[in-house]
């Protein structure tokens, strides 16, 4: 099962992501003490083995976008919150520098004071809780930490010469009144990565994680889910869910049919009169008369079902092992059961 690794971004922590962790279990990463994006990147690499499914918030993003860079293989999938993939623009760096500035000289609280209303949702007065908490959370960090992030993001690189790579699933989220990071961002994260779904939350700007913590916390959940489901499942082996056992039916029936001598005789005297009893799809039925057994299970058939076929005929079980692998019988035997026997 695939972690699902949370990122947060500058001087945020765990607080961003209650939406999230009260629907599903996730590990919170660490980012603050790390140089660069890059080390940053490595760092959780290394800190969290196995395969992960990420989801990233701002700066936390970018680190995302680095991981997949730096190893695609360990991702099941990536969420990016909030985030951007340009390079420094023009005139970045003095404004981050005001910010340093003021940490140092002002303390932390001022620093919220002065950089948090600007990332809440535009036109929409900024609800006095959530602002204390966001208070709250900035001052468990230190100007030295802040000034540190600060620099790894001015000296990020251009995800955007990455991004294209990424052909694994790719859920993009902003806020719809996000001025810092906008849909448009996201928009053209989306233009390089075709399978990428973009979810777009009202009444919410650059924090829309805890300022829609509900609908936030919702999707990221579904969506994680979703795809830890996927990653759990072997490659090109049918799932008998509800819907293939569904669609399976009439041939299960069929098949389970065949249980009594009376089926077993109608069966071998007169296959395509016993088949019409059925209500077997054109697939279904060819599939039986071909004796096609992973065409069978593809089209809804139970293997425990569908075996009583083998009992007509009837035909060996490791031949239909076999089929099922898409191998000779010699070669079955001789690869699957490390031996070669007569029948």
């Known amino acids: ?15 961003v992501w209650h939406g999230v962790t ?18 940053m990147a490595q760092d959780l690499l290394a800190r969290h083995p196995g395969r992960l499914i990420l989801a990233g918030h701002s700066m936390g993003g970018r680190v995302a976008m680095e991981m997949a860079r730096l190893a695609p ?26 910010k340093i500035d003021l940490a ?51 000296s990020r690189p251009d995800a955007a010469l990455s991004m294209p790579g990424w052909t694994g699933p790719l859920l993009l989220l902003t806020g719809a009144q996000d001025v810092w990071s906008p849909v448009a961002q996201h928009q053209d994260i989306a233009a390089l990565c075709p399978q990428a779904r973009l979810e777009v939350i009202d009444a919410a700007g650059h924090f829309a994680p805890v300022e829609q913590p509900d609908r936030v ?31 399976g039916y009439a041939l299960n029936k069929m098949a389970m049919a065949l249980s009594t001598p009376e089926g077993r005789a109608a069966f071998a005297a007169d296959e395509d009169a016993y088949l019409s009893r059925f209500a ?11 004796r096609d057994w992973e065409a069978m299970v593809r089209l809804g058939g139970n293997l425990f079902y569908i075996l009583k076929i083998s009992a007509v005929d009837p035909t ?16 079955f035997l001789t690869t699957r059961l490390g031996k070669v026997t007569n029948g």
Do not use: Y
Request: charged share 20%; with cysteine.
């Open 316 to 331: 060996p079980i490791r031949a239909i092992g076999a089929a099922q692998a898409g191998m000779t019988l010699d070669d």
């Open 22 to 39: 009260a629907r599903i279990p996730a590990v919170v990463a660490d980012v603050s003490t790390q140089a660069t994006i890059t080390a």
């Open 73 to 98: 293989s360990r991702l099941a999938g990536m969420a990016l919150l909030n985030t951007g993939m340009h390079p420094r623009r023009e005139g970045e760096e003095a404004k981050r520098q005001e």
């Open 280 to 290: 077997l799809t054109p697939d279904q039925r060819a599939a039986v008369k071909a």
């Open 104 to 154: 140092h000289k002002s303390g932390m609280v001022a620093l919220a004071e002065s950089w948090l209303p600007g990332m809440m949702a535009a036109g929409r007065t900024p609800d006095p809780a959530l602002m204390a908490d966001l208070t709250a959370m900035v001052c468990r960090f230190t100007p030295d930490i802040h000034e540190r992030q600060l620099r790894a993001l001015l």
């Open 1 to 15: 099962m695939p972690t699902l690794l949370l990122i947060p971004g500058l001087v945020s922590d765990a607080f």
């Open 217 to 247: 916390g919702a999707v990221i959940a579904t969506w994680s889910a979703e795809i830890a489901a996927q990653a759990d499942r072997i490659p090109e082996t049918p799932l008998f869910d509800r819907p293939r056992a569904n669609a």
